[in-house]
């Protein structure tokens, strides 16, 4: 008889978030390490609520439906900049408070792994683990003002953060951090 191995969800939670090139911000950090309430103060129009769309638009969950998505994150740019080719990044420094665990099955999202690729990305979590904090930026390119296709990136030194891999594995730490 098999006893069933019960697995808990890993805790994790924001410290800092960092804002690039956000409708009229060009960089903006918000720290959260104080782990208390925050206050945005400023007068009108001054980029209060623009700051929490951009934490906001870090989380994938949040995002519009397919049809509304392009419309969406087309406006994300700074429509003075009408021909911009700057990337839009919203980055987000996320502590690890309980281990996360090594993915078991063969599959990320959709691709199939093979056993390389499962041990290449099993090393990169056992070191995120042994930091206690990972770093994950969403990156909304563009050209000529046009929004290019955006994607997660892992900002570390690790060799594993360059491989294409690195962005399905931001993917599913994103989607087990706390709802934004």
């Given at each position: 008889?098999?006893?069933?191995?019960?697995?808990?969800?890993?805790?994790?939670?924001?410290?800092?978030?960092?804002?690039?090139?956000?409708?009229?911000?060009?960089?903006?950090?918000?720290?959260?390490?104080?782990?208390?309430?925050?206050?945005?103060?400023?007068?009108?129009?001054?980029?209060?609520?623009?700051?929490?769309?951009?934490?906001?638009?870090?989380?994938?969950l949040?995002?519009?439906?397919?049809?509304?998505?392009?419309k969406?994150?087309?406006?994300?740019?700074?429509?003075?900049?009408?021909?911009?080719?700057?990337?839009?990044?919203?980055?987000?420094?996320?502590k690890?408070?309980?281990?996360?665990?090594?993915?078991?099955?063969?599959?990320?999202?959709?691709?199939?792994?093979?056993?390389?690729?499962?041990?290449?990305?099993?090393e990169?979590?056992?070191?995120?683990?042994?930091?206690?904090?990972?770093?994950?930026?969403?990156?909304?390119?563009?050209?000529?003002?046009?929004?290019?296709?955006?994607?997660?990136?892992i900002?570390?030194?690790?060799?594993?953060?360059?491989?294409?891999?690195?962005?399905?594995?931001?993917?599913?730490?994103?989607?087990?951090?706390?709802?934004?």
């Open positions: 008889k098999k006893s069933a191995k019960k697995t808990e969800k890993p805790k994790l939670s924001y410290i800092k978030f960092d804002v690039k090139n956000f409708k009229g911000i060009d960089n903006v950090s918000v720290d959260l390490v104080k782990n208390d309430l925050i206050l945005l103060l400023g007068l009108n129009e001054s980029g209060k609520s623009t700051i929490l769309k951009a934490i906001e638009s870090f989380d994938f949040n995002d519009p439906k397919r049809e509304e998505n392009e969406y994150f087309q406006n994300i740019r700074n429509k003075a900049d009408v021909s911009s080719n700057k990337e839009v990044i919203v980055t987000a420094t996320i690890i408070e309980s281990d996360i665990n090594h993915i078991e099955n063969s599959k990320i999202g959709e691709r199939l792994l093979t056993a390389d690729e499962q041990k290449e990305i099993n990169f979590i056992d070191s995120i683990n042994k930091d206690k904090q990972v770093v994950i930026s969403r990156v909304f390119p563009f050209k000529n003002g046009e929004l290019k296709k955006y994607f997660y990136r900002e570390a030194k690790h060799k594993f953060s360059k491989t294409p891999l690195s962005n399905l594995v931001a993917i599913e730490i994103v989607n087990i951090c706390p709802f934004i």
